[in-house]
């Protein structure tokens, strides 16, 4: 699948072209595989992700998700894309 | 029993055979909508099938419920889509809630121009009584009701079955037996052939109720509501105003306690609001397992429907796709039957049947660990999605209440034939994918050259549908070609059709695509094509067969008789034609 730009809060940076914006659209996808349903590719990565956590105890998981935000934060690396981020996730609790 | 449906009773006499052994080529055990589908599919080939069910009515309570477009598709070319879709609620929208706010939408037809409904919701017993009347118009199958096979032997040509009736016992040696007998599958722990996969704990209430109610015709499903705090609960529409309502229960119920219509009924009260007055028509409780046999054919027995594979019902995935495995199954063994294929094709049956499965029970699993999360970071990773599924787009992808059936793309199937190096098509109609259907129209292109505007004269009939000139046998689907040269393909190609029809009975067909803006000479040709009986020609209405299937001038298609697309060329080729013809037959060393 590909990535929805309209989906994105604000434009890209006109000069580099590098997303500044975080993208809000569905936007998995595997090369190695041809996907026919829209949310499959989704849902691979779902179920490996609560696969990750099987056998880890809270403690465990809790750290897991830690590195994990750490790793993908660095991957990611825009600041202002990751600023972003972090106020999508400070939504209140419901 | 139920106030809606009135079950018929069916017996017949006292069969002849009591005491003595017989011999059929086909026996299919079990009248459940799997078996019913694949000895109408048999019987419409002119086979002679048993159909044996160790009951004497139509299925009894609340099972099967939604049938998918594909199922409506195969029902269709089996003769029984038309009462179902009269009967049953169409419906394409459903809609996921978290508490009291909707996070999710999906639309099961996102695209125009199909002749069915993404879904129809019919109650089981209506689907069965509607095949079985089908079933009663084709005189070469025969139905045995309380006829039950209690004892199998088998080797690897035959098998040989023990059916005890009332009036006695006889004996069939079958040439093949297709068991279609349920989950529990007696023949299966017979044979002492494995089922392997999962049990989940969790266990839920059905509530099929009676009621006046104006909801519309989608699914509902609600995580967490304030009715039913912290389960899930599903909700949907059956014909004559009974609603299916799915109540989750958790694993630490007593199901028995459960199904107490004092106990029922405060639950649909809740959910209902008092304004709604409702009878309970059928009341279960269920659990369900995701799993399947390592092999579907075990020589001269096949296996089919639940008592091959099943899985959870979020998705109905279950009857929908054992009436897929009928449809993938009939045309083979009709092949076999008529000696133009190998014995081996039947395990491209099961290579393909158990791919399907497989798709079945991963999308039904992770629905249902999405439904039941089975850990405290499970359920918070679910909840963390229904959350910012109120906000952000991809989290509303990732909600999973039930990725609903879908017919399985069998790209890796050893009876396709590739594509040609260099040759593209912009369509998802690959070798291996079910084919998609469109608005036609019958045409008759007239022989001789005449004044233009009067070459193809438009069938007056109402417009029809892509996919009934496609099935039953093979379909070489080709685009109008434009050039002489390439209309020299067509006429070969059906020379070579002619010549074949003598000596193979599997049916083969040439359907010719026109467009609607095509001009006027396109259509007319003295060709031999043309002359061909076995030759149809349709008129694009929409420009939907073309956009489809990505179709030039001289582009063709071969499509199996289950409607599934086997090979595609940009510029057709009787050579190429006939090689994928035969490898489609499972003569893989061509």
Known sequence: ?94 | MLSTYTYPQFSNPRPAEVGQTIQRPVVIVGAGPVGLSCAIDLAQRDIPVLLLDDDNTVSVGSRGLCYAKRTLEILNRLGAAGPVCDKGVSWNVGRTFLAEHEVYRFDLLPQPDHQFPGMVNLQQYYLEEYLLRRAQQLSCLEIRWQNKVVAVTRDEASSEIEVQTPDGSYHVLCDWLLVADGARSPIRRMLGLDIEGRVFQDRFLIADVVMKADFPAERWFWFDPPFHPNQSVLLHREADNVWRIDFQLGWNVDPEEEKKPEKVIPRIQAMLGPDHAFDLEWVSVYTFQCRRMTQFRHGPVIFMGDAAHQVSPFGARGANSGIQDADNLGWKLAAVLAGSAPQSLLDTYDAERTQAADENILNSTRSTDFITPKSPVSRLFRDSVLQLAQHLGFARGLVNSGRLSVPTFHADSVLNSTDLPGEVFASRMIPGAPADDAPVRRIVPSLASHAPGESAAVDAASPDWLLGYLGGGFVVMVAMPEDAEAQEGLDSLARWMQSLHKTAPMNLRILVVHAQDASAGQATSTADHLAFPLVDHVLDLKGRVIERYDLTPGSAYLIRPDQHICARWRNLSALQVEAAYRRALGHLSH
Do not use: C, W
Not at chain 1, 49 to 60: K, V
């Open chain 1, 1 to 94: 699948m590909t990535t929805n730009r309209d989906a994105r809060i604000s434009t890209e940076d006109k000069e580099t072209n590098e997303p500044v914006s975080l993208i809000t659209e569905s936007h998995f996808s595997d090369p190695q595989k041809t996907y026919f349903y829209g949310y499959s590719a989704g849902d691979d990565f779902y179920e490996a992700l609560i696969a990750a956590h099987a056998n880890l105890s809270e403690s465990e998981s809790h750290a897991f998700n830690a590195r994990l935000v750490l790793i993908l934060a660095n991957h990611i690396g825009s600041l202002p894309v990751l600023k972003q981020a972090l106020r999508a996730a400070a939504i209140e609790d419901k």
